[in-house]
């Protein structure tokens, strides 16, 4: 209920964000953990094939984010949200109707520029329309994108019972409906375009920001074992069980944590002081958590459970894990958010967001690339304990940063807020 009536707080753009976030993530994880086993059993394709199809998909998110932030700022975040979701709608709606190559390729490239334009946008629209609770909506977006990414492979893995078509569709639908919600409920802003220099400039003036470039490399080790939920974390409770149900309770463990404790955590903490301060603890938690799976999953040899209780007992300190990280994603990330826009002017916060994700992502991508590296040394090497130690520096670096940047007084003030009377879109 404590949830329900903060939900009911905030503005009409702000809620329709909330449940479309829920919506992203269930449309989102309804298909694509399960693209690449179609593609190989269905379809027939080749190891290398599906690492193209994926990796075009992936790179045209991450590499185009900056592109959806500075759309947001010059042509208003309502416009750019309704339009990444509609191309997610063809784009997922071409995943159940094609099977060639170039059809294949195309659907991936619309699916990945969709993120790239809605993800971005959607942040700068609540950071602005949110006013002086940032924080807590945040919080909020958290909690409902972490139930879709609960609900999504649940849904998924009910439908492909039937087939990856029906799922595809599926999701195709659920962005249809998001886009045509959008359309009708999401009130448009102001967009101030007179006396502006270009994108180039925008883009600019942010990347001189060194401040700003910064606290986004520092920011590595959050998106680096955020990750970790779904790749080893699961791969844990496998090991230390040897059931393959037990790595859906990773998850479950997140969303009832999520809804318990999120919104009172954040509140808390930002009666208490420095948000950087916080960010730091949230990146440190996140490290640590990776300790208790390493008791049970880093020790060579054992084999599997005899007993159902052995794998309870041996699934406990994964599980102990799994909260963990998500109280320091659950600490650290609303309070990120919250800054980023105050590294600059509000007319450039897509552009912000949208940098913010390019930086991040490519040093998250080099840092899950790592973590997998040492997950095959470990194995060969057996020394399996190899991946989680890797996890727990991540985070105490990343932390260790953080906390360098608020003594040196690097990081701002959360920015202050500034909405806009009109509520209709002005193009000068």
């Known amino acids: ?19 479309n976030q ?37 790179l045209s998110q991450q590499g185009l984010f900056i592109i959806g932030g500075s759309a947001a700022d010059r042509l208003g975040a309502r416009g750019v949200i309704i339009a990444g979701c509609a191309l997610r ?76 078509r029906t799922s595809a569709l599926t999701a195709a639908g659920i962005f249809a409906v998001l886009t045509v919600a959008q359309a009708l409920v999401l009130p448009a802003r102001e967009v101030e375009r007179t006396g502006r220099p270009g994108v180039l400039g925008d883009w600019r003036e942010v990347l001189a920001n060194r401040r700003f470039l910064a ?40 969303t009832v944590a999520g809804l318990a404790l999120q919104l ?15 960010i730091s603890t949230g990146l440190a938690l996140m490290g640590l958590a990776f300790v208790p799976p390493l008791l049970v999953t880093g020790r060579v040899g054992g084999g599997p459970p005899d007993t159902a209780a052995a794998a309870a007992l041996r699934l406990l300190p994964v599980l102990a894990g799994a909260f963990l990280l998500y109280l320091g994603v659950m600490v650290a990330q609303p309070f990120v958010m919250e800054l980023i826009p105050a590294f600059g002017r509000e007319s450039l916060t897509g552009t912000h967001f949208g940098i913010f994700y390019v930086v991040s992502g490519i040093a998250a991508a080099a840092g899950n690339a790592a973590v997998g590296w040492t997950m095959d040394i470990g194995e060969r090497l057996e020394r399996p304990w190899l991946p989680w130690v890797c996890c727990l520096a991540f985070g105490l670096l990343s932390a260790a940063g953080v906390t360098l940047l608020r003594r040196r007084a690097v990081l701002p003030e959360p920015a202050p807020a500034h909405r806009t009377a009109s509520p209709r879109e002005v193009v000068s």
Request: some cysteine; charged content about 15%.
């Open 1 to 19: 209920m404590k949830t329900v009536r903060a939900v009911r707080g905030f503005p009409l753009a702000v809620r329709l964000l909330l449940i």
């Open 22 to 58: 829920f919506g992203v993530n269930t449309g989102f994880y309804l298909l694509i953990p399960y693209l690449a086993l179609h593609l190989d059993e269905d379809l027939g394709m080749s190891a290398a094939l599906i690492g193209v199809v994926l990796g075009v998909r992936n």
């Open 89 to 164: 709608t063809v784009g997922f709606g071409l995943f159940a109707l094609g099977d060639s190559l170039t059809v294949l390729l195309a659907a991936s490239v619309l699916s990945g520029l969709a993120g790239a334009l809605f993800n971005p946008a959607v942040r700068a629209y609540i950071s602005v329309e949110a006013g002086e609770r940032r924080a807590e909506a945040f919080a909020l977006f958290q909690l409902f994108a972490t139930c879709g990414a609960l609900t999504g492979p649940l849904l998924g893995s009910a439908l492909l019972l039937l087939d990856f």
């Open 215 to 254: 606290f986004a490399l520092a920011l590595t080790g959050m998106f680096t074992l955020e990750t970790q939920l779904y790749l080893l974390l699961p791969d844990g409770a496998r090991t230390a069980t040897g059931q393959a149900w037990a790595a859906g309770l990773v998850l479950l463990t997140g």
């Open 264 to 278: 009172r955590i954040t509140a808390r903490l930002k009666r208490l002081g420095s948000r950087g301060r916080w």
